[in-house]
């Protein structure tokens, strides 16, 4: 039997399915203030094109796609506004509630390089293939893969817990 | 440097937030801005009543849509977004009229409805029917399929009568509930018999007994 034909789902439900996802890309490629701005304004955007968008395309990478662009607006939004880099708090050295550590590693992942930090998010957050963050942010697919490579090695070497993402225990 | 505490790994996906508390905030956020620059076509919310939890959808033009839960929520959406546009958003702002008055119905304290209804998804003879349905029967009265018909001037479309009464797009507001058979007994209904019983039953306790109304209706009619 065929494959029934691609239903558009309720926009609500877009949101629902893919709402934490994009959340956590905009905060580890904006930080948590400015991830609430990327995110309401990916959304609306996202709602705006909704209609006329393939009922079969790719949701979720569709959805980043747009993110990325709007990080990119906030970025530059608050350059322009000048407003001096927040502080990456200073590194525990003794690893105290899982939640602490969680904050450590959301930190230690806003101190990676641009690069590095936009193929981690990409990749590991939003589950792209290499080849689609390559796409999104305009460089080769090798690059990224090393950048996304490059980005995992700092964290784990911070956080030996670290899952390697593809599924093997470090 | 070393985990002493918990040396179990860490998926980078759980240690980046995105908490129920967070999105539930950027989410109303969402709907409140989607409403303003005009993008939010169908808006819906839930409300517990004594039939169980009703969803309610509304666009520009007004109430849309009453659902039963028997019907499924995700069903419900699907639909709307089918039929009228995929910009489907939980906006409970938009309902607070419509909301409001149903609760005041549920508690035997009103007995019309004052609130705009988009008729969309109900079209030609069953639109002619619940339309003059939605005027023509009162609270605490019942008519029958057969009167509804007349009413509706097809006295003999009794049948597609019960059909457009069976697939009332607004029911509790369009009161289809009051559409009885001619034997007295109550008729099919989209929220199942027991919520057609509790919504005449609770029309009665409000207005006194029931009355059945014969056609052409009238406020002033004598029961038959």
Redesign the interface.
């Known amino acids: 039997m065929p494959d029934p034909p691609p239903?558009?789902?309720?926009?609500?439900?877009v949101?629902a399915t893919h709402?934490?996802?994009v959340?956590?890309v905009c905060?580890?490629v904006l930080g948590p203030v400015d991830a609430?701005d990327a995110?309401?304004e990916t959304?609306?955007s996202a709602?705006?094109a909704?209609?006329a968008l393939p009922a079969d395309a790719n949701l979720e990478a569709w959805l980043v796609t747009i993110a990325h662009r709007k990080a990119i607006d906030v970025t530059r939004a608050t350059a322009r506004r000048a407003i001096p880099v927040a502080e990456i708090p200073e590194r525990r050295?003794?690893?105290?509630?899982?939640n602490d550590?969680?904050l450590d590693?959301?930190a230690a992942?806003a101190a990676l390089p641009p690069r590095q930090r936009e193929a981690?998010a990409y990749r590991?957050?939003a589950g792209l293939t290499h080849a689609e963050v390559a796409e999104l942010v305009g460089r080769r697919p090798d690059a990224v893969r090393r950048a996304a490579a490059d980005g995992m090695a700092t964290?784990r070497r911070?956080?030996?817990?670290?899952?390697d993402?593809d599924g093997a225990?470090? | 440097?070393?985990?002493?505490?918990?040396?179990?790994?860490?998926?980078?996906?759980?240690?980046?937030?995105?908490s129920t508390d967070?999105?539930t905030r950027?989410?109303a956020?969402?709907a409140a801005?989607?409403s303003t620059?005009d993008?939010l076509d169908?808006a819906?919310r839930d409300l517990d009543t004594p039939v169980g939890r009703l969803l309610l959808a509304a666009t520009d033009g007004g109430l849309v849509r009453v659902a039963f839960d028997g019907e499924g929520e995700?069903r419900v959406?699907?639909e709307?977004?089918?039929r009228i546009?995929?910009?489907?958003?939980?906006a409970p702002a938009r309902l607070d009229a419509v909301a409001r008055q149903l609760d005041e119905y549920f508690a035997g304290r009103r007995r019309t409805f004052d609130v705009p209804l988009d008729w969309q998804l109900s079209s030609g003879f069953r639109r002619s029917v619940l339309t003059h349905l939605a005027t023509g029967v009162d609270y605490g009265h019942t008519a029958t399929y057969a009167a509804l018909a007349t009413l509706a001037g097809s006295p003999r479309a009794v049948r597609a009568v019960g059909t457009a009464c069976a697939t009332n797009p607004i029911p509790v507001v369009v009161p289809c509930h009051r559409v009885v058979r001619s034997d007295g007994t109550m008729g099919r209904y989209r929220g199942g018999s027991e919520a057609k019983r509790t919504l005449l039953d609770l029309e009665t306790a409000a207005a006194g007994p029931v009355r059945v109304q014969a056609a052409p209706v009238g406020r002033d009619d004598p029961p038959v």
């Open positions: 239903v558009k789902l309720p926009f609500e439900t949101v709402g934490a996802t959340l956590r905060r580890a609430d995110w309401s959304f609306l709602l705006r909704y209609p050295h003794t690893a105290a509630s899982a550590r969680d590693l959301v992942v981690v590991y957050l964290l911070t956080y030996p817990g670290l899952a993402e225990t470090p | 440097m070393t985990h002493a505490v918990d040396p179990a790994r860490v998926s980078l996906r759980d240690a980046v937030p995105a967070d999105l950027l989410r956020s969402l801005r989607a620059e993008l169908v819906y995700d959406l699907q709307l977004s089918d546009s995929p910009r489907v958003l939980h």
